[in-house]
């Protein structure tokens, strides 16, 4: 037997490649626009119902929808944020108003962070 066969052939060392973290996909903000003829109420409703805000959070963005002109009312993943919008733009029209009026204007955009 040869010396070179009783040798321990030392084991090859690779380093571990490390996986990339996953990359999280961009989120959108639902935009509510400000409008003369829809009420705080219907606005209110509208954030409740649509998504599930607390009264205190809905009356939040009412507020912030009239002296702002816009409003931010959901931030989520770019699918579910047109259907939110698509949403708001099928609410219908306004009960609590006296004006003829449909569903309030709601666009997406990408958050900024």
Not at 30 to 48: A, F, K, N, R, S
Not at 76 to 93: C, P
Not at 97 to 104: I, T
Request: net charge negative; with cysteine; hydrophobic share 35%.
């Amino acid at each position: 037997m040869a010396a070179s066969d009783s040798a321990v052939a030392e084991p090859i060392v690779r380093p571990i490649a490390k996986k990339p973290a996953p990359k999280r996909p961009p989120r959108y903000n639902v935009i509510l626009w400000d409008d003369p003829i829809h009420t705080y109420d219907y606005v209110i409703e509208m954030m409740q119902r649509l998504f599930h805000h607390s009264a205190i959070e809905a009356l939040k963005i009412a507020e912030e929808v009239d002296m702002k002109g816009r409003a931010v009312c959901y931030t989520t993943s770019k699918e579910v944020a047109e259907l939110k919008r698509d949403q708001i733009q099928a609410y219908g029209s306004d009960p609590h108003s006296s004006s003829p009026n449909g569903s309030m204007s709601a666009s997406i955009e990408p958050t900024t962070a």
